[in-house]
């Protein structure tokens, strides 16, 4: 019994297979470089091919990094994992209560908070930093953790994604049977609600916690204490004062490779749930 010959690929296959091959060189070709750029020495970063080693030695790149100006940069990444790993928790937790409310609830005014949180998404952060800066100084609240933690808890856009979810994916009938049951409303979304949304809440915590990570112009506006600062603001100062003082050229090419990796992590571990929580929340059953 002879095998059905193989159909030759169609042209609009090949064309697609092609141009998704060009966007993934696109956005993948600045990553392979900072891997290439931080094995080098401050000289081979401007003599030498740019696209590959020269004499690589990133342990000790990477080590100058880290023991630079009193170990900074240790302070400057840990500063960073607070803002986006606290901030990204609370988000997700604020957003899924928001979005559940929203979605199961009904009480006077809900659709006008709901186009409050639409309008939230559409302003863009930066807008928001100035005003942020002016209310947080009459409380206190610059040049503190909290100056930069409290804005990052709150994400219009993890809300509007928790309430899409929980419309299709959390069924009113469950609910009910849990309320029949005797479970009052906190034990229904600690024990139930947040179970059946987790894919939702995996994707709400990915983009809040890549947004705080790369966030520079709040922590800019918010702190003067360079031992606060994130690893994006810190990165900036080491280039800023490259002029002054060359090895921090290499210094900061060697600290935004290290910058990438737990974002690269992070996406890595969550893809699975990111795809189901994008795919999941706009199919109603």
């Known amino acids: 019994m002879r095998a059905a010959p193989s159909r030759a690929p169609r042209p609009a296959r090949i064309l697609l297979v092609a141009v998704l091959t060009l966007a993934a060189a696109y956005f993948l070709l600045p990553v392979y470089w900072l891997a290439v750029a931080a094995t080098k020495s401050n000289r081979s970063l401007y003599g030498s091919f740019g ?38 928790v609370a988000a997700t937790l604020l957003s899924a209560a928001a979005g559940f409310a ?13 186009k409050c949180v639409l309008a939230g998404v559409l302003l863009p952060s930066t807008a928001l930093a100035l005003p942020l800066y002016l209310m947080f100084g009459k409380l206190g609240l610059t040049n503190s953790y909290w100056g930069v933690l409290i804005p990052s808890v709150v994400s219009p856009f993890g809300v ?29 979304f600690f024990t139930l609600v947040l179970r059946i949304m987790s894919p939702a809440l995996v994707t709400v915590f990915l983009f809040q916690f890549v947004h705080i ?12 204490d360079d031992r606060k600062y994130p690893i994006t603001l810190g990165l900036v100062t080491w280039q800023q004062a490259a ?10 090419v060697g600290g935004a490779f290290v910058s990438v ?5 992070a996406m890595l571990v969550l893809q699975r749930y990111w795809r189901t929580g994008l795919t ?6």
């Open 51 to 88: 696209l590959w080693f020269d004499d690589p030695h990133l342990w000790q790149n990477l080590e100058d990094v880290f023991t630079y100006n009193g170990h900074i940069f240790p302070r400057w990444a840990l500063n960073s994992l607070l803002y986006a790993g606290v901030g990204a």
């Open 261 to 265: 990796i737990p974002l690269a992590v």
């Open 160 to 188: 509007y994604l928790c309430r899409i979810y929980a419309e299709s994916a959390v069924p009113d009938t469950v609910l009910e049977a849990a309320r029949v049951d005797g479970a009052g409303e906190e034990r229904i």
């Open 213 to 224: 990570w790369n966030n520079y112009f709040l922590p800019l506006v918010m702190l003067s």
């Open 243 to 252: 002029d002054r003082f060359p090895e921090l050229t290499q210094y900061t």
């Open 102 to 114: 929203l979605a199961k609830y009904r009480f006077r005014g809900r659709e006008a908070v709901f």
């Open 280 to 285: 999941e929340g706009s199919v109603k059953e």
